[in-house]
């Protein structure tokens, strides 16, 4: 056959295929004009070099599983040294891992002191307002009790919601990845100058948003290192004031805003109203392929949440097919 069809029918470029050549792990037969004759045999081989790069292999070092081809056996991968192949590729996957996994440490060290500096001229901990800070509890805040109102969610799926999120993205709940994803959902984030609703310390479970943000913030690196892909505080706030929050608090993830409060309506999550006003009780989504694999409610104190979130993280890793 010619190099077209070849090239057609092992889904590469001919150029591919010429590169391939110039490696000697493919031989043409030569016809009585001069042109390359390619035969069965090779569109398997290329298809084989094909699979094995996409796999990060390199093409030059596909030929183990190759030579073990021409040498009759059914799999590519039956031979000895095949398999030592493998190993040396394994190898070189996890230090790039690794170095990859430092690099992105560096970075989000370099994002969490960046946030902070650009944080505004008043640091965090001496905000506050007539009411005291936000960054701190009152004492003998009402705990909210376990009225069982999630206990329907492990194992539901997430609805094709798309909520708007800090960066200006719209981040759709149904296509979150393979890995997992926390998102603590919480009523609101109260700010200097801004007075809480009416009564707000007495309503249980209310109080707490802003110590619960800096635990998830203090807390990020170690979250990822257990396993979290990503972390989202989610609230009906809108995006502009979650922005404030999350560059006053130098939070190094971003933040979900659901005005119309259509994750609760789609996932029956509990609410309450203050001053008129409904909003989300506060819980967190540990989510993993759409679906969500736990849920903590009620959330109690605020500030030894993400603490909380982490040590399930640890304990439960996730189970490889």
Same mark, same amino acid.
């Given at each position: 056959?010619?190099?077209?069809?070849? #090239? =057609?029918?092992?889904?590469?470029? *001919?150029?591919?295929?010429?590169?391939?050549?110039?490696?000697?792990? &493919? *031989?043409?037969?030569?016809?009585?004009?001069?042109?390359?004759?390619?035969?069965?045999? @090779?569109?398997?081989?290329?298809?084989?070099?094909?699979?094995?790069?996409?796999?990060?292999?390199?093409?030059? =070092?596909?030929?183990?599983?190759?030579?073990?081809?021409?040498?009759?056996?059914?799999?590519? /991968?039956?031979?000895?040294?095949? !398999? +030592?192949?493998?190993? $040396? #590729?394994? /190898?070189?996957?996890?230090?790039?891992?690794?170095?990859?996994?430092?690099?992105?440490?560096?970075?989000?060290?370099?994002?969490?002191? +960046?946030?902070?500096?650009?944080?505004? +001229? +008043?640091? %965090?901990?001496?905000?506050?307002?007539?009411?005291?800070?936000?960054?701190?509890?009152?004492?003998?805040?009402?705990?909210?009790?376990?009225?069982?109102?999630?206990?329907?969610?492990?194992?539901? =799926?997430? %609805?094709?919601?798309?909520?708007?999120? *800090?960066?200006?993205?719209?981040?759709?709940?149904?296509?979150?990845?393979?890995?997992?994803?926390?998102?603590?959902?919480?009523?609101?984030?109260? =700010?200097?100058?801004?007075?809480?609703? $009416?009564?707000?310390?007495?309503?249980?479970?209310?109080?707490?948003?802003?110590?619960?943000?800096?635990?998830?913030?203090?807390?990020?690196?170690?979250?990822?290192?257990?396993?979290?892909?990503?972390?989202?505080?989610?609230?009906?706030? @809108?995006?502009?004031?979650?922005?404030?929050? &999350?560059?006053? !608090?130098?939070?190094?993830?971003?933040?979900?805003?659901?005005? #119309?409060?259509? !994750?609760?309506?789609?996932?029956?999550?509990?609410?309450?109203?203050?001053?008129?006003?409904? !909003?989300?009780?506060?819980?967190?989504?540990?989510?993993?392929?759409?679906?969500?694999?736990?849920?903590?409610?009620?959330?109690? %104190?605020?500030? $030894?949440?993400?603490?909380?979130?982490?040590?399930?993280?640890? $304990?439960?890793?996730?189970? *490889?097919?």
């Amino acid at each position: 056959m010619r190099i077209s069809e070849l #090239a =057609r029918r092992a889904d590469v470029t *001919t150029k591919a295929v010429r590169y391939y050549e110039s490696l000697g792990l &493919v *031989t043409p037969g030569r016809l009585g004009n001069g042109y390359r004759d390619y035969a069965e045999d @090779d569109v398997r081989l290329v298809r084989e070099i094909r699979a094995l790069h996409r796999l990060g292999i390199p093409v030059e =070092r596909t030929r183990p599983f190759l030579e073990c081809l021409a040498a009759g056996s059914p799999h590519a /991968d039956d031979c000895p040294a095949s !398999l +030592a192949a493998y190993r $040396e #590729a394994i /190898d070189a996957l996890t230090e790039r891992i690794e170095a990859l996994s430092a690099r992105r440490a560096t970075l989000i060290t370099n994002l969490q002191i +960046a946030a902070h500096r650009g944080s505004g +001229a +008043a640091p %965090p901990e001496k905000a506050g307002t007539a009411g005291g800070s936000h960054l701190t509890l009152p004492a003998e805040l009402p705990v909210p009790e376990d009225d069982g109102a999630a206990a329907h969610l492990p194992g539901t =799926r997430m %609805p094709p919601l798309a909520l708007l999120n *800090t960066a200006g993205r719209a981040i759709r709940l149904d296509r979150l990845g393979p890995r997992r994803t926390v998102i603590y959902i919480y009523p609101l984030t109260g =700010r200097p100058g801004t007075d809480l609703p $009416e009564g707000w310390n007495s309503i249980p479970g209310a109080r707490g948003c802003t110590p619960e943000a800096c635990g998830f913030r203090d807390h990020f690196q170690d979250l990822l290192e257990a396993g979290a892909g990503r972390v989202y505080g989610l609230s009906s706030q @809108d995006t502009d004031y979650q922005n404030e929050v &999350v560059e006053r !608090l130098g939070l190094p993830f971003g933040m979900l805003s659901d005005p #119309a409060l259509g !994750l609760a309506d789609h996932l029956g999550l509990p609410t309450f109203e203050a001053d008129g006003t409904r !909003l989300f009780k506060r819980l967190t989504l540990v989510v993993r392929d759409s679906v969500i694999e736990h849920a903590f409610h009620p959330v109690f %104190p605020p500030n $030894e949440h993400a603490r909380q979130v982490l040590d399930w993280l640890r $304990e439960n890793p996730p189970l *490889t097919t």
